[in-house]
């Protein structure tokens, strides 16, 4: 059972398989969102996403980042924020280039505003165009 389907620019179908969520700055407990503080979060994602599934190859979709108007100007900066929502999950498909594989898969890491998983090519700008058949593996039951 798939969580959620998004149809890629390329017109291939991909499936949401599983997905792991937490809040962007639930640990930010001193300062304020920044290019510093934002730089290490995606990072930091990024790594969490490799670590959690090593065998399987990892993209990042990168974030949108927002300077808002009234925002904070401090030692650190301007204010800048992402999405509140991070994301790393596993998707699959048909295969990419083997005839004897049964799918291909990626894990993705991405921001998006809100919990929610419906809709997450409009939710995600990036996800949509991902190059799935440059970046995924193709794997065997």
Do not use: K
């Not at 639930?26 to 995606?42: A, H, K, Q």
């Not at 990072?43 to 959690?52: E, G, H, I, K, M």
């Not at 979709?61 to 929502?85: K, T, Y």
């Not at 809709?119 to 996800?127: C, F, N, T």
Request: proline share 9%; net charge negative.
């Amino acid at each position: 059972m798939s969580l959620t389907r998004v149809l890629l620019t390329s017109g291939r179908s991909i499936r949401l398989d599983e997905v792991r969520m937490s809040s962007t700055y639930g640990g930010l407990l001193e300062g304020y969102p920044c290019r510093r503080v934002n730089d290490w979060s995606i990072r930091s994602l990024r790594d969490a996403a490799v670590r959690q599934y090593p065998s399987l190859p990892v993209h990042l979709v990168e974030p949108v980042r927002e300077l808002p108007e009234d925002g904070h100007r401090g030692l650190m900066g301007p204010e800048e924020r992402l999405p509140l929502v991070r994301c790393v999950g596993l998707f699959s498909s048909h295969p990419v280039g083997r005839d004897d594989a049964d799918f291909s898969q990626l894990v993705v890491a991405w921001y998006q505003p809100g919990p929610e998983l419906a809709d997450l090519a409009a939710a995600v700008p990036g996800l949509a165009e991902l190059p799935w058949d440059g970046l995924a593996r193709d794997c065997d039951y």
